[in-house]
């Protein structure tokens, strides 16, 4: 049995479990994966057994419990230093750290506007301004990442990293809201979609039968 253990919320709409459930995933390390609904009957008194934060993602490794996404990642960089997590170059490395706290810590008008929702397919939806600020900030970040760094691969820095992680649910989002794209920027959404382990999560996010209202719209 493994010795790692993912506490999730749902796939459909959990962005935040998005993150470290793909790492795992990507780099083949083995884990049990519970599923906690999210705002669901006793959600938080479930998710407090595994994180004191009470929310999720959570890690739980041997005796060590680990909350937050990029903290979990992070975690298993050191834990499996054989794994490439980060680009090798320093300021390639300094750029993709930089640019995964910036998703970590802002953005709350995308989060807010455009909530993940992986069965939904929205043609006709126009951000406020302020979610229009942070989408053309993330795709000033992908521009930079892709042809500064990213020119050796499909990933943000060529190689897939950490930042792919952060970035995968706004991938997500913005095929969701449909939102307009260069040619440069779709190929890379694309390469996010077609990683098999994103399409295990899609896949399963449609199979899932809750649904969380507030984020159910046109």
């Given at each position: ?142 521009t930079e990442c892709r ?11 060529g190689d897939f990293t ?57």
């Amino acid at each position: 049995m493994p010795d790692i253990t993912l506490i999730i919320g749902n796939k459909n709409y959990s962005s935040w479990s998005l993150r470290p459930w793909l790492y795992l995933k990507h780099f083949n390390i083995p884990f049990d994966e519970v599923r906690i609904p999210l705002y669901a009957e006793g959600f938080k008194d479930k998710v407090l057994q595994h994180s004191p934060s009470g929310k999720v993602p959570a890690l739980k490794h041997g005796n060590i419990n680990v909350w937050e996404s990029l903290a979990i990642m992070e975690y298993l960089a050191e834990t499996h230093p054989s794994l490439k997590s980060w680009p090798d170059h320093p300021s390639a490395k300094a750029f993709a750290r930089s640019v995964s706290a910036e998703m970590h810590s802002g953005f709350f008008a995308l989060r807010e506007y455009l909530p993940m929702n992986c069965r939904k397919l929205i043609t006709n939806f126009t951000p406020p301004e302020n979610a229009l600020v942070d989408i053309k900030r993330v795709k000033q970040i992908w521009t930079e990442c892709r042809e500064t760094y990213g020119k050796q691969g499909p990933w943000l820095f060529g190689d897939f990293t950490i930042a792919d992680c952060m970035y995968a649910p706004v991938v997500m989002r913005f095929h969701t809201y449909s939102v307009e794209l260069s040619p440069l920027l779709s190929d890379y959404m694309q390469t996010v979609k077609n990683h098999t382990a994103m399409m295990e999560w899609i896949a399963a996010s449609k199979a899932e039968t809750e649904v969380i209202s507030s984020v159910e719209f046109d």
